[in-house]
């Protein structure tokens, strides 16, 4: 028995609300006996952490450590679809289904959502390596946000990958059940990447209102030019006198639009300006300058918590010797400098999960020289400005759906009654949407099989599914609810890529941790 799993339009990546269908093949190379065919679309967020404990303290007082493995597992999608059995096809009275030597073909389609559906799962142990680890839900680390994009970190220290993956399972406990495994988004070598679509972003103002500005401001002042020469300096060259030149003290700031969004394969809409605080007559001078992107990755898996710093430079000048044009104290470093130079592919957009979350900030570094009358003074004042931002995808929601979300209010959400005890749940399953016209009798190969002509069949509470127990669906959000009926995204798509991030491995303060 061998089983596939084949796309209908394999893209380059994907987003949410783009509808993934294909078809599982289930080759037979002889007649045999199957109890049910799933297919599951499940998104992972995994961190490995290793940190020092202290196991024991000797005589004269001093600790001796071990290293233990931490690893923290949260899905954050699982959808299941039910190829077999279904409405169309229901359940036999042995819950066996004979098929016939030969090549099946069963279609099935599904839609990414917008949010992640971490839900509780059980602690479990495993053991790596001889020692033992433990994974673990925690309910106040779950957070409902947009699913997030992919990742995958040197080591293996952190991970989020998406895949789909179809099971047959067999009725006798000692035959093996097949399963073909399609990743979707995950290891390097795997050219399936997904990007979140954007959060929708602030009305663009018009040309009568003046859009707020969020802005890094840092001041530098110029030593005071030497009046008098030791013993032992040189003679000075021929020049200006500037005995009585006043240094400049000067404010530099960089300024983005409020709130600070930065995009994916986009310029960033930066400027910098610096400012004349006194009444010096110098002439300024550009020198340096340095645009980087810093990514702050936080890495949870339990009591560990590390911090890793990655860097992309943007842009690296020196020795400019550029005169900044001054008009009533201000002047402003030209945008041409970075307004032709896009964000990097591989920089993905902020997200967090519940044990992994990316923020950003830039910071910019301009180094500035005075002078007078073309001469240039050898001292070099840099300033480094700091600044939050937000990366967006730049896959911008569609329209109707923003149109609808206008048009409608959130519903307040109902006050959550008092449990005061525990109750377990069966799982619930979205059904397939399309199967086949099997039946208990054997049928022919090759056959081809219809959609089903009914609404897709759910699993309802205390029913088992074939497979085991599994996390319920999270009910769907308030953008899901109005998402239903939105189409797939139809806008323009950019070109991302995935690859292994590194970083130090720097601790968060108070916590002790390193990678694994």
């Known amino acids: ?24 093949i289930l080759s037979l190379p002889r007649r045999d006996t199957i109890t049910a065919i799933t297919v599951k679309l499940e998104g992972e967020s995994r961190t490995r952490l290793v940190g020092d404990v202290p196991i024991a303290i000797s005589a004269m007082g001093r600790r001796t450590h071990d290293e233990m493995v931490e690893t923290e597992f949260h899905k954050v999608l699982y959808k299941v679809l039910t190829l077999l059995p279904t409405k169309d096809v229901p359940p036999t009275t042995t819950g066996v289904y004979t098929i016939e030597a030969g090549v099946h073909e069963f279609p099935f389609q599904v839609k990414l959502p917008f949010n992640n559906s971490c839900v509780d799962a059980e602690s479990t142990y495993v053991t790596l390596a001889g020692r033992q680890v433990q994974t673990l839900g925690n309910r106040e680390r779950h957070v409902r946000k947009t699913l997030p994009p992919s990742l995958q970190m ?15 399972q067999r009725p006798a406990f000692y035959k093996e059940n097949f399963r073909s495994l399609l990743r979707l988004i995950g290891h390097q070598e795997v050219s399936f990447p997904f990007f979140p679509i954007e959060p929708p972003r602030p009305p663009v103002p018009t040309p009568q209102q003046q859009r707020s500005e969020t802005y890094s401001r840092n001041a530098h002042v110029f030593a005071p030019i030497a009046k008098s020469r030791g013993l032992f300096e040189r003679k000075p060259v021929a020049g200006p006198d500037v005995s009585s030149l006043l240094p400049p003290n000067v404010c530099i700031d960089g300024r983005l639009p409020d709130p600070p969004i930065i995009t994916c394969n986009q310029p960033l809409p930066l400027k910098v300006m610096i400012t004349k605080l006194n009444e010096s007559s110098a002439a300024l001078y550009l020198q340096l300058l340095q645009i980087e992107l810093v990514a702050k990755t936080r890495l949870r898996a339990h009591h560990l918590l590390i911090d890793n710093l990655t860097s992309t430079v ?3 000048k020196s020795n400019m010797q550029t005169r900044l044009l001054e008009s009533n104290k201000l002047m402003q470093i030209d945008q041409g400098h970075w307004s032709t130079i896009h964000l990097p592919n591989n ?4 997200f967090e999960t519940c044990n992994i979350s990316r923020s950003y900030e830039l910071r910019i570094k301009v180094g500035l020289q005075h002078g007078v009358d073309d001469h240039v003074f050898p001292e070099l004042g840099v300033v480094t400005l700091f600044m939050s931002v937000q990366v967006f995808s730049g896959i911008a929601p569609p329209q109707a759906l923003l149109q609808a979300m206008a048009s409608h209010s959130p519903p307040r959400k109902p006050p959550r009654p008092h449990v005061t005890s525990s109750v377990s749940s069966g799982p619930h399953v979205t059904s397939t ?3 086949s016209n099997l039946s208990p009798h054997p049928f022919n190969a090759g056959a081809a099989i219809p959609f089903p002509s009914q609404a897709p069949q759910q699993f309802q509470t205390g029913q088992t599914h074939p497979e085991g127990p599994f996390p319920d669906e999270a009910p769907p959000s308030y953008e899901e609810a109005l998402a239903e009926g939105i189409a797939p995204v139809d806008g323009p798509r950019g070109v991302y890529s995935q690859g292994q991030e590194a970083g130090n491995g720097g601790n968060a303060p108070g916590e002790g941790g390193k990678a694994g």
């Not at 040197?154 to 993956?165: E, T």
């Open 1 to 24: 028995m061998a089983v596939r799993i084949v796309l209908n339009d394999q893209r380059s990546w994907y987003t949410n609300l783009d509808v993934i269908s294909g078809k599982v």
């Open 154 to 168: 040197v080591h293996d220290q952190a991970i989020i990958r998406y895949y789909i993956k179809a099971t047959v």
């Open 314 to 316: 943007i842009i690296s």
């Open 347 to 350: 920089v993905a957009p902020s």
């Open 433 to 435: 949407a399309a199967t």
